[in-house]
């Protein structure tokens, strides 16, 4: 079964990361998602579900990734 490459947005830098007070376990491809989600909600608004829901699609798909790779190395 072919899976469809997923695009991870470019990788936010150190200095970004540290200004938007990203956790260093969601330093990871995923850390654009998080961050534009914390700036949607330093805007005082309640509608971030986009946002989040590209955080934790983005989060899903880096899992399943990593659990694909890791069953292919033991078969």
Do not use: W
Request: a negative charge; aromatic letters at 12%.
């Amino acid at each position: 079964m072919a899976t469809e490459k997923h695009e991870y947005p470019p990788l936010p830098s150190q200095q970004e990361l540290d200004d938007h007070n990203v956790p260093f376990f969601h330093r990871d491809k995923c850390a654009a998602h998080l961050i534009e989600y914390y700036k949607c909600l330093d805007k005082g608004t309640s509608f971030c579900n986009k946002t989040k829901d590209e955080f934790y699609k983005c989060q899903y798909i880096a899992l399943k990734e990593r659990l694909d790779a890791n069953t292919k190395q033991h078969h």
